[in-house]
């Protein structure tokens, strides 16, 4: 088994297109030997020959396994404006996502880090909401019953302190998904419906990666004003700290990544 690489934000050009190189030749490589496969005569045999129709779809369903995806035309179009041996201020990153939408939705504005740990975790009041609702549930006897059958139809589970064996059979459905109440986080309380206001505020809850060292959070849309994703941006770079930011890039959610100044902006 071999050794398991954490992922990394912002990779140089040069490696990525090395990459996409390789991936190119290996697929071409599976279409010369489909496309022979197909065309070379078959030797004799007792069963019976299958049209060519059938041998080529085959061999094309074979092929598209190790297909290489290409990046549509607006994302290549947009991504020459982003300059990626720069690291951008934040206010300049922020007016060049508005030019890098390319989608008929409002995109999300992402925010990725590279820390320098795993289990760092936290909460905080954005200054202005993300534009996400965030479906916030306090367990009782009915709620119980849906997630035995299996509904989690919830971003957030409170819980008072009297439910919490109940909710123990449950433990390995919620645990993986976050949704398991913890009085650390801030969700089992004696006072349930004023957690359940906090979070319906607008708190927002983040943590790195289970495995990785790596944040991602979404803090915006792109049609909030260029000031508000700033404040929301450095609200959030904050709580996470400096001491632990390696690495940080900005994105919508189908944008090319935009490098972040971490003297600058932090």
Do not use: C
Not at 7 to 24: H, I
Not at 215 to 237: F, Y
Request: hydrophobic share 40%; aromatic share 4%; net charge positive.
């Amino acid at each position: 088994m071999g050794k398991v690489k954490a992922r990394v934000l912002g990779l140089e050009s040069v490696e990525k297109e090395q990459k996409d190189e390789q991936k190119r030749k290996a697929y071409e490589k599976k279409v010369k030997k489909a496309v022979k496969e197909v065309s070379a005569p078959q030797a004799e045999s007792t069963e019976p020959k299958k049209p060519i129709a059938e041998k080529t779809k085959a061999a094309k369903k074979t092929v598209k396994v190790g297909a290489v995806q290409s990046r549509g035309r607006k994302y290549l179009a947009v991504k020459k404006l982003v300059d990626r041996s720069k690291l951008y201020g934040l206010s300049d990153a922020v007016a060049l996502l508005k030019k890098l939408k390319t989608a008929k939705f409002d995109e999300a504005v992402e925010l990725h880090l590279n820390v320098d740990k795993t289990g760092l975790k936290g909460e905080l009041n954005l200054p202005h909401s993300t534009g996400k609702i965030v479906k916030v549930a306090v367990v009782d006897d009915r709620l119980l019953t849906q997630i035995a059958a299996g509904k989690l139809d919830f971003d957030i589970l409170v819980a008072h302190p009297s439910f919490m064996p109940k909710l123990a059979k449950f433990a390995k459905l919620l645990g993986p998904k976050g949704l398991m109440p913890n009085p650390k986080a801030g969700t089992v309380s004696p006072r349930p419906e004023e957690v359940v206001k906090k979070f319906a505020q607008g708190v927002l809850r983040w943590k790195t990666e289970a495995k990785f060292p790596l944040v991602h959070q979404m803090i915006g849309k792109i049609s909030m004003e260029d000031k508000q994703i700033v404040e929301n941006t450095r609200a959030l770079l904050s709580a996470v700290g400096k001491e632990h930011i390696q690495k940080a890039v900005i994105k919508l959610t189908l944008s090319p990544a935009v490098k972040l100044s971490l003297v600058e902006n932090l």
